[in-house]
Antibody, heavy 123, light 111 residues
Framework: EVQLVESGGGVVRPGGSLRLSCAASGFTFDDYGMSWVRQAPGKGLEWVSGINWNGVSKGYADSVRGRFTISRDNAKNSLHLQMDSLRAEDTAFYHC????????????????WGQGTLVTVSS | QSVLTQPPSVSGAPGQRVTISCTGSSSNIGTGYDVHWYQQLPGTAPKLLIYDNSNRPSGVPDRFSGSKSGTSASLAITGLQAEDEADYYCQSYDSTLSVYVFGTGTKVTVL
């Protein structure tokens, strides 16, 4: 069974940092690009960042560029999101998602989705 | 703010047909990028419902269908069932922003 399990969420003060992780299983991890998608409570979906199969190509939403860093460890089947200079507006559930292709392809769809880990930025 | 616009809500009686529109622009759907749809049941993570405009993943009932034309796409649900009550999101890619974009989301209510 293909599975994505996120961890690392929590409560952090504005300006603080968190590192999210996603453990992947049930598929050949380095055959796929991966992304993070977030959803503020009661709000819609926002793509945050994506990475290709070998970690060379990365993309970010304007709202997080320069503050968040995506990475992957293919040997450990894991995806990470280093989140620095956190703001209140970063409060959301962060979902780890598998892309349909190995690269940062415009045609990518996302399947499956992890259940998400909640990040709360509050003083 | 989302660049793909959906109606906030649609509703229908059991057995009826409802449609959800997803309106984009020349920098996303109008460029030819594919549209995908997700269903989010209450309290759960989104699930892929339609990919590449009109294809259903294994396990998705054929009551769900998708189409695309010009700068818009649509999701249709025929034979509406109580279990279809959920939020639905479209997704594509925007060449100006160089990001994947989601629709504003539509809540489907079964009367």
């Amino acid at each position: 069974e293909v599975q994505l399990v996120e961890s690392g969420g929590g409560v952090v003060r504005p300006g603080g940092s968190l590192r999210l992780s996603c453990a992947a299983s049930g598929f050949t991890f380095d055959d796929y690009g991966m992304s993070w998608v977030r959803q503020a409570p009661g709000k819609g979906l926002e793509w945050v960042s994506g990475i290709n199969w070998n970690g060379v190509s990365k993309g970010y939403a304007d709202s997080v560029r320069g503050r968040f860093t995506i990475s992957r460890d293919n040997a450990k089947n894991s995806l990470h999101l280093q989140m620095d200079s956190l703001r209140a507006e970063d409060t959301a559930f962060y979902h780890c998602v598998r892309g349909s292709y190995s690269g940062h392809d415009p045609s990518n769809w996302f399947d499956p989705w992890g259940q998400g880990t909640l990040v709360t930025v509050s003083s | 703010q989302s660049v793909l616009t959906q109606p906030p809500s649609v509703s229908g009686a059991p057995g009826q047909r409802v449609t959800i529109s997803c309106t984009g622009s020349s920098s996303n759907i109008g460029t030819g990028y594919d549209v995908h749809w997700y269903q989010q049941l209450p309290g759960t993570a989104p699930k892929l419902l339609i990919y590449d405009n009109s294809n259903r993943p294994s396990g998705v009932p054929d009551r769900f269908s998708g189409s695309k034309s010009g700068t818009s796409a649509s999701l249709a649900i025929t034979g509406l069932q109580a279990e279809d009550e959920a939020d639905y999101y479209c997704q594509s890619y925007d060449s100006t922003l160089s990001v994947y974009v989601f629709g504003t989301g539509t809540k489907v209510t079964v009367l």
